[in-house]
């Protein structure tokens, strides 16, 4: 069918709203309530148009297109009711920084948002750079309030994991709330209370862990103020970069855009389908576990009883020459299926064509994400590449290499230590719980000089004299092994168990107990794991 909006001749889809068919066809009409991901819902008023033959200013909407129809978006008469809304909104918002007459001189000497516990203004607000309220004072012209705002002086929330929430902030647009309901089919906040006295909050005056919440984060991503500010990434700004890869934390392999600041270091992670949800390690695990103030940063070798950092081509010498004794079935490489197939490949070439063993040890984690696996009796060598050997079977060995992201019990037995890059530090190719590759693009830098997995053992098979392993790049390792058409899960019939029950995430991530390395995982219980297997060796 044809309509006409702002004098231009336009296709609608059926059923499509009027403010639908205008945003598809790049004719910008102010909204709050309304968001990609939701229904109309028709609260905030700020989406009111004219059109020929109907009576008052209805919401573009909640408005059906229909055949015919003349829309108008933007009169005078829309403007000054629009201004005259947000105006109203803005009595409970903290919009002194809005109609300052020195908002341009503060914004050019104090760019970025000050650290304070409470917003107050702009300058202390973390959402500053994503406000949809600062953006429509500004395209509204607003300078000025009808009567003083009068600020709510409601303490902020952060009792829960992972989320801030400042209700100062909130302009009642209910997206939170349709949202969490649109996801999970139920909603763990609602409207509380009446009149002016209603708010976002749970019934009974519960948490949002006491009131079932999944902390998927996508009330966060929905909201258009920073009321509910990611606790971990609030303080880091507007990323600089955005770039879409695989959570690699469990079987599940959700596609992810990983949000980068200009140092390239991780500061937020979102579902790339935002209209569902993904569970809380995909969320809110990946920046603060890749950020780690105990990553490792650089090769170490043990000197008598302490490890000394040393430059890359000295630590691979030295493993080269410690590791010629041991050619045969006397080493063991220990990896898991959490690693990408271009390590795996490289891993399993390396035990057989290097050191020439049968010892390639390849676990499955359990459904907890725990892997643990047992060494032949006459190994008396390993390469770890992850906390998986118990500490008894370790001191056995007359030789023991490690190469992970953080220290661990092995990692205190090592000879060698080698730094790794790590999930959304690597490109690769990733397979899920359904045998169906995915692809990892490298998304931020990782700490001091780790490499990924699959160049340290190419470049340690170098050091060892072997030919076949000059790989350029992940992309000619999986050539090499036809491992091509890796896509991003886009679209699934059910979110991840993990997203609708948060107490049946992974624990456990290379080995590494993940409520050690990300805080807010220690108030979200867990069951009990299962059983890893061992497959190879």
Not at 518 to 527: A, C, K, N, T
Request: aromatic share 4%; proline share 6%; glycine share 8%.
């Amino acid at each position: 069918m044809e309509l006409t909006i702002d004098n231009q001749t336009l296709t609608a889809r059926a059923g499509e709203s009027v403010l639908h068919c205008a945003l598809r066809h790049n004719i910008d009409i102010p909204h709050l309530c309304t968001h990609p991901s939701l229904p109309a819902f028709g609260a905030c008023r700020m989406c009111v148009v004219e059109i020929d033959g109907l009576r008052g200013f209805p919401a573009s909407c909640t408005t059906p297109a229909t055949a015919g129809m003349v829309v108008r978006t933007h009169t005078a008469a829309l403007q000054d009711l629009r201004r005259g809304i947000l105006e109203l909104i803005l009595l409970e918002h903290p919009s002194s920084c809005l109609v300052c007459e020195k908002m341009e001189l503060c914004e050019e000497f104090r760019p970025g948002a000050a650290k304070a516990g409470r917003t107050v203004g702009c300058h202390t607000c973390n959402n500053k750079d994503g406000c949809d309220v600062r953006s429509l004072s500004d395209e509204l012209g607003v300078k000025d309030l009808p009567v003083p705002p009068v600020y709510r002086n409601i303490p902020l929330e952060r009792s829960d994991p992972f989320i801030d929430r400042d209700l100062n902030l909130c302009i009642l647009c209910g997206r939170c709330v349709r949202i969490c309901k649109a996801h999970h089919g139920q909603s763990t906040i609602d409207f509380v209370g009446r009149g002016s006295q209603t708010r976002i909050g749970e019934a009974f005056g519960r948490s949002l862990a006491d009131a079932g919440c999944r902390f998927c984060g996508s009330c966060i991503d929905v909201c258009p103020t920073g009321s509910l500010a990611d606790r971990y990434a609030k303080w880091f700004g507007a990323p600089a970069r955005y770039v879409s890869t695989t959570c690699t934390l469990c079987d599940e392999a959700c596609a992810i855009t990983v949000h980068t600041n200009a140092r390239r270091h991780a500061v937020m992670a979102r579902g790339v389908n935002t209209r569902q949800p993904i569970c809380v390690l995909g969320r809110f695990a990946i920046p603060e576990l890749l950020n780690g103030t105990s990553r490792l940063k650089k090769p170490q070798i043990r000197v008598g009883e302490r490890m000394r950092d040393v430059p890359w081509p000295r630590a691979l010498a030295e493993a080269a020459e410690r590791l010629q004794p041991f050619i045969g079935d006397g080493f063991a490489l220990v990896c898991d299926s959490s690693h990408t197939l271009e390590d795996r490949h490289v891993f399993h070439k390396f035990t057989s064509d290097v050191m020439h063993s049968p010892h390639y040890i390849e676990i499955r984690p359990d459904r907890r994400g725990v892997s643990r696996a047992l060494l032949p009796d006459g190994v008396r060598a390993a390469l770890l590449t992850g906390d998986f050997v118990d500490r008894e079977r370790l001191e056995r060995l007359d030789l023991l290499i490690v190469q992970d992201c953080y220290p661990t019990t092995a990692s205190e037995r090592a000879v060698i230590l080698l730094p790794v890059a790590a999930l959304a530090e690597v490109d690769g190719t990733f397979v899920d719980g359904q045998g169906l590759m995915r692809p990892l693009h490298q998304a931020c830098e990782a700490p001091g000089v780790a490499r990924p997995d699959w160049q340290i053992i190419c470049e340690l098979a170098g050091a060892m004299g072997a030919p076949g392993f000059a790989y350029a790049s992940a992309k000619v390792i999986a050539a090499e092994m036809k491992a091509v058409g890796a896509r991003l899960r886009l679209r699934r019939s059910a979110p991840p168990l993990a997203a609708s029950d948060p107490t049946q995430r992974r624990t456990h991530f290379r080995g590494h107990c993940l409520e050690e390395k990300v805080s807010g995982l220690r108030d979200l219980s867990v069951g009990q794991p299962s059983a890893a297997v061992a497959v190879g060796g």
